[in-house]
């Protein structure tokens, strides 16, 4: 079974800075591409960003990239994401997904963290 630990979430201020972790464990092919989404009060899931385990490649949102950067540590089977610049609009709950395909969509995504805030204040 395919476990999901995310850490890193909390409250900044308007052009600080956070990183978020997802630990993953449980299996490696069920991995293979690890993506973060993110909620806000009302809204629906948005996709944030997704790297692909075998070859690194990385995708963001709109109005994402730039801001957001996503990595990977392969060994520990962990993803990173770094966010900079942040804006009251990016304060929602952000989930780790994590699944053999890569997609933007929510619901293809078989595998998820508990999620963990992030707020921004301005």
């Known amino acids: 079974q395919v476990q999901l630990i995310e850490s890193g979430g909390g409250a900044v201020q308007t052009g600080g800075s956070l990183r978020l972790s997802c630990a993953a464990s449980g299996g490696t092919s069920s991995t293979r591409v690890m993506a973060w989404f993110r909620q806000a009060p009302g809204k629906e899931r948005d996709f944030v960003s997704a790297?692909?385990?075998?070859?690194?490649?990385?995708y963001y949102g709109d109005g994402m990239k730039g801001r957001f950067t996503i990595s990977r540590d392969s060994a520990k089977n962990t993803v990173y994401l770094q966010m900079t610049s942040l804006k009251p609009e990016d304060t929602a709950v952000y989930y780790c997904a994590a699944d053999a395909s890569y997609s933007i969509r929510s619901e293809n995504y078989a595998y998820w963290g508990q999620g963990t805030q992030v707020t921004v204040s301005s």
């Open positions: 790297i692909r385990g075998t070859s690194g490649n990385t």
